[in-house]
């Protein structure tokens, strides 16, 4: 089975730290993606990669930064918090740009004072 | 761009049947996917539909419309352990193919 797992779960932060929400795959998956899920609005996508060292924008990348310096790891970094990013965030891979299916993380929720 | 459009909320009974629509506007995608959440927990694959018609899978069923724009997930048999919030995405059609999802339906279900 894939498994997905995502650094914490539950995540406080004051305005203007530096976060950082990690996401590692053991499927030696290709794609990797960030969203952050709010209600009402599903779920957004914030950057993915298609690989190692290979970043894309989603739809809201802004705030936002990320990380794949290895196949099996992809970082989320909010350089500056804002209580606007208090959010659950989900981290999600996928065998390759080829397939449909994806694998969800179990999320992180993160509030931001 | 890409969006999809979902009903908020629906409500069913235990036992009876629900239909879960999804109408999107698309410049191009290879097909319509199914995922369902519980509370608290992480997004999960149930159905993809790469051409029009209808895709079964035990209980559910899923459908794909190209020419009206337009997909459905149909849950039959309904239990409570069904109540959850489903989501349908699309996967671009583009060097990327990132995966869009739409703003989800909140499924509750009455004994």
């Known amino acids: 089975d894939v498994k997905v797992t995502q650094s914490s779960r539950y995540l406080v932060k004051r305005t203007g730290e530096k976060v950082f929400l990690e996401c590692v795959q053991d499927?030696?998956?290709?794609?990797m993606f960030w969203y952050r899920q709010d209600p009402g609005l599903g779920l957004r996508l914030i950057y993915f990669?298609?690989?190692?060292?290979?970043?894309e924008k989603g739809d809201i990348p802004e705030g936002y930064s990320v990380s794949r310096e290895k196949k099996e790891r992809f970082s989320l970094i909010l350089e500056s918090a804002s209580t606007n990013q208090t959010s659950m965030y989900l981290c999600?891979?996928?065998?390759?740009?080829?397939?449909?299916?994806?694998?969800f993380g179990p999320g992180t929720r993160l509030t931001v004072l | 761009g890409q969006s999809l459009e979902q009903p908020s909320e629906v409500t069913a009974v235990e036992g009876a049947i629900v239909q879960i629509n999804c109408t999107y506007q698309?410049?191009?995608?290879?097909?319509l996917s199914w995922y369902q959440q519980h509370d608290g927990g992480a997004p999960t694959f149930l159905s993809y539909?790469?051409?029009?018609g209808l895709e079964e899978t035990g209980r559910f069923s899923s459908f794909l419309s190209r020419s009206d724009s337009y997909g459905y997930l149909l849950l039959q048999e309904l239990q409570m352990k069904d109540s959850a919030s489903y989501f349908c995405?699309?996967?671009?059609?583009?060097?990327?193919?990132?995966?869009?999802f739409g703003s989800g339906t909140r499924l509750s279900i009455r004994p």
């Open positions: 999600a891979s996928r065998a390759s740009v080829h397939y449909n299916e994806q694998f």
């Open positions: 698309t410049s191009g995608f290879y097909g």
């Open positions: 539909n790469g051409l029009d």
């Open positions: 995405a699309v996967r671009e059609r583009s060097s990327a193919s990132k995966i869009i």
């Open positions: 499927m030696d998956h290709e794609n």
């Open positions: 990669s298609y690989d190692v060292k290979m970043k």
